[in-house]
């Protein structure tokens, strides 16, 4: 059997081996320029989103949303569009805040598309004058980019450079927007006045499509040796709805999709065979989600000749968003994801309706009905919006499904998960993760783990706070939450584990029966020199129908300090007597059991203090010690959660 176990392994890995090849430079391997010009279409007919003049289908979405689209558009008529003043960008530099700038240029784009989609569903011509107002104030606007994403100036307070446009986050989605007010509204804009839309098209191109064309040196187009995060497709999608929808010059056009075609290869090319977002589920609409978006405007682009959806890694990372749900409203959550979450229903379904994956399409049904997806506006970006309204009848009448997967493991990211019972939320639900400490959205929580209950969370991964200048800075790692003593893991001779590539898990491995699931990994080389340790073998085993345990076997070059275990938990923590902590969660209770000759327990609480934090842990958390006890330079310690 074990034989048999060893040469399984190598098969997974050497399949997963070719596929990590297969998908190198996926798109450009095969689609050259010559073949993108040929099967762009020409026009704009490739649009497939209904127009302004279809009065079929605005009159007759649900009462309910076209009603509330209306109403938001009254209420962006008393819309003032204040400025974003200089100092708000010289928030970010003075005092590290970003919502100052992000707040009211956030509120702009917002007001601009409540306007834009009040009018699609009315129909009359009444918000047009306001809409103008908004195209007008956008446009005079310095600067479209964030001011968290803009270049820093030595010994100055920070203030974008007009005359070198940053395409960032925030631009292309501006440019984006106003590439759809201008095919929805041209006509409606040109009879009152058409230097409106000319306005548009001059922005546009002055802050996307001239600096894309010019420049290669954005560093999320990954045409330097930077690995890529879902900036690459998020920008990228935005831009080349800019192309597909302003750009006259159809050599232009075709250019520059292919640009845009090579970058993102950039980003599929540094994401693993198996699929995982390693950002995380709350980053994965932005990043795997995103670059479906992006293979789905290419596909509409080319009337569907450029199509790649039945490739692995596609699939892989479209089910991967199934796969590490938990329990509405909670996700498998490392690095900065947060443990509460949810899915646009719309794109989760048309995702899966593009792979052929009915879990995927059942889970973007079932989301739809616990959002009551018929009787509210969609959100997001104005034709993400508009594409959930085209497909509302269908995706509310497909069967929906929870995908309460049995168990899953990630071989090239190391993160796996299990559930007690498969097809339930009943009993413990756990995943863990190996990895390295140079992830995206970084965390130092090689080998960390999370415990959920019923469905509700027991022992948990903070997740991140509001975003800062610090975030983002060398001093990122000086942020408790960022830090491996506040994970679900031990600190070696007094000592966290440090950021950086090479600080990684080694010999990962997973084994899910029926009676039990286990992954263990060896961390010791998360941990830098100071630990002072050979090896520390971090196990998990769920034990189906019993409890689930933690297991360190370790062994030190000296003990400088006994080893100390950390949990942080959810529940109200409080010690019952040595060797037990009651952990009383949301309608479950359970304990924690350990041995009081080797350990020593304490708990602490933590205030979160920050609103981002609070969303997911109201309250705060706890955090459990657990100290050695004269403990040696070898050794093992166990920890059990068990009912009751």
Wanted: glycine fraction near 8%.
């Amino acid at each position: 059997m074990k034989t048999i176990f060893i040469t399984l392994t190598l098969l997974v890995q050497l399949s997963f081996h070719v596929l990590a090849q297969d998908h190198k430079n996926l798109l450009t391997s095969r689609y050259t320029p010559q073949q993108v010009d040929a099967m762009l279409i020409k026009d704009q007919s490739w649009v497939s989103l209904p127009a302004y003049n279809d009065r079929n289908f605005w009159n007759n979405l649900p009462p309910a949303i076209r009603t509330a689209f209306i109403q938001r558009g009254e209420e962006a008529l008393r819309f003032n569009w204040d400025v974003v003043k200089a100092t708000d960008f010289m928030a970010f530099t003075r005092t590290g805040n970003r919502d100052v700038m992000q707040g009211p240029n956030g509120a702009r784009k917002k007001a601009l598309q409540n306007l834009a989609l009040a009018e699609l569903a009315e129909g009359k011509g009444r918000f047009t004058d306001q809409l103008i107002n908004g195209i007008w104030a956008i446009s005079e606007q310095s600067s479209w980019a964030l001011s968290a994403h803009l270049p820093v100036t030595k010994n100055a307070d920070l203030l974008p450079d007009i005359t070198r446009p940053v395409i960032d986050l925030g631009s292309a989605d501006a440019g984006a927007l106003m590439a759809w007010v201008h095919y929805y509204f041209r006509p409606l804009l040109d009879k009152v006045n058409p230097l409106v839309s000319a306005r548009i098209r001059h922005e546009v191109r002055k802050n996307i499509l001239e600096p894309y064309y010019t420049r290669n040196d954005f560093w999320w187009m990954g045409f330097s040796d930077r690995p890529m995060n879902n900036w690459n497709p998020w920008v990228n999608y935005n831009v080349m709805q800019c192309i597909l929808l302003l750009e006259e010059d159809a050599a232009q056009r075709s250019k520059y999709i292919y640009k845009a075609i090579t970058s993102i290869d950039k980003f599929t090319n540094s994401y693993y065979a198996d699929g995982a977002c390693d950002e995380g589920p709350s980053y994965w609409s932005h990043a795997g989600g995103k670059y479906f978006e992006c293979l789905e405007l290419l596909h509409h682009a080319t009337g569907g000749k450029l199509n790649v959806f039945s490739h692995p890694l596609i699939k892989n990372m479209g089910n991967y968003i199934s796969n590490v749900y938990i329990n509405a409203p909670y996700y498998v959550n490392f690095a900065d994801a947060s443990a509460k979450g949810g899915v646009n229903e719309g794109m989760v379904y048309r995702y899966g309706k593009a792979i052929g994956d009915d879990v995927m399409m059942g889970f973007g049904s079932w989301y739809a009905h616990l959002d009551s997806m018929d009787t509210h506006p969609p959100s997001g970006t104005i034709e993400a919006v508009i594409a959930d309204l085209v497909n509302l009848k269908e995706i509310m009448a497909y069967t929906p499904r929870e995908p309460l997967i049995n168990s899953h493991w990630y071989p090239q990211t190391e993160v796996a998960i299990a559930r007690e019972y498969p097809g339930s939320q009943r009993g413990f639900y756990f995943a863990a993760k190996g990895g390295h400490n140079a992830e995206s959205h970084n965390h130092n929580d090689v080998g960390t783990f999370i415990l959920y209950y019923d469905g509700k969370p027991c022992l948990v991964d903070a997740g991140v706070g509001t975003y800062t200048r610090q975030t983002f800075s060398p001093d990122r790692y000086k942020i408790w939450t960022m830090q491996s003593s506040y994970h679900n893991l031990p600190e070696i001779n007094g000592t966290a584990q440090k950021a950086g590539r090479n600080f990684k898990a080694t010999a990962a491995t997973f084994s899910s029966t029926s009676k039990a699931v286990t992954f263990s990994a060896d961390i010791a080389s998360a941990y830098p020199e100071a630990a002072q340790v050979k090896s520390w073998k971090r196990g998990y085993r769920m034990n189906r129908g019993g409890s689930f345990v933690i297991t360190d076997n370790y062994a030190l070059e000296a003990l400088q300090a006994p080893p100390q275990l950390h949990f942080l938990t959810a529940c109200k923590a409080t010690i019952t007597r040595p060797g037990q902590i009651k952990l009383e969660g949301d309608g479950f209770t359970l304990t924690l059991h350990y041995d009081a000759k080797k350990l020593e327990a304490g708990v602490e609480h933590i205030d979160n203090n920050d609103p981002r934090l609070e969303r997911s842990w109201p309250g705060g958390l706890n955090r459990i010690a657990l100290k050695g006890l004269g403990n040696g330079v070898k050794g093992e310690l166990k920890v059990e959660v068990k009912k009751g």
